[in-house]
């Protein structure tokens, strides 16, 4: 069945450690995405990309970084994680930036 | 920034009431899209409007698209118990960027 996929489903992490978290989708999607939610404040945009070999900041970049290497995978990386970034990511994807996103099952950080 | 205001945070409801969500933003939107998130779920895509004024029904949800194109929104009828999680409203800006809100959490206590 074509759709996204995120791991791990959850993880609990020590503060200062590096962590990635996977993101792939097999729809053939140009664009890809990295949100976290958090209680009362919605989805907020980390980093997206638009086509493979592209990427771009969004709302709430900082700690976080992204690669597209290709147009299936989408990495995020902590690079020394923080307690404040104890939340849930969801990864998504559309065909083009004005598409309709299909979201990911999400992963639960915990960073303590 | 531009942004996409969404009311009410949340809304308990008795099972059988009505219960409307309002999205607001700041600039006019090339389009909105509507997603519902079912509790411990993913955001799942719901609709999108595009034209102005346009109204559009599925089933007993009815979505509503402005005239200026900067609100939306969502109206249940008669609610359910499978109606309860968070809908989101996402619009996307002149600069093809895609702004969600901050999400309406429906109760529906039975």
């Known amino acids: 069945i074509a759709g996204i996929t995120q791991a791990p489903t959850s993880q609990i992490l020590a503060a200062g450690r590096r962590m990635t978290l996977r993101c792939t989708q097999d729809?053939?999607?140009?664009?890809m995405y990295w949100y976290r939610q958090d209680l009362g404040l919605g989805l907020r945009l980390i980093h997206y990309s638009n086509t493979a070999g592209t990427t771009g900041k969004g709302e709430v970049p900082d700690g976080y970084s992204v690669s597209r290497a290709n147009t299936d995978d989408f990495p995020l990386t902590l690079a020394s994680a923080v307690p404040s970034q104890t939340s849930v990511y969801f990864c998504a994807s559309s065909e083009e930036v004005t598409d309709t996103q299909y979201f990911g099952p999400g992963t639960r950080l915990t960073v303590l | 920034g531009q942004q996409v205001m969404q009311i009410p945070q949340y809304q308990h409801v008795q099972e059988g009431e009505d219960f409307t969500t309002y999205c607001n933003s700041s600039?006019?939107?090339?389009?909105i899209q509507w997603y519902k998130q079912r509790p411990g779920g993913h955001p799942v895509f719901l609709i999108q409007l595009v034209k102005s004024g346009e109204v559009k029904k599925q089933k007993r949800l009815t979505f509503q698209f402005g005239e200026a194109k900067k609100n939306s929104s969502l109206h249940i009828t008669a609610t359910q118990t499978t109606d309860v999680g968070t809908y989101f409203c996402?619009?996307?800006?002149?600069?093809?960027?895609?702004?969600f809100g901050a999400g309406t959490r429906l109760f529906v206590k039975a």
């Open positions: 729809m053939r999607h140009n664009a």
């Open positions: 600039t006019t939107l090339s389009n």
């Open positions: 996402a619009g996307l800006t002149g600069g093809f960027k895609t702004i």
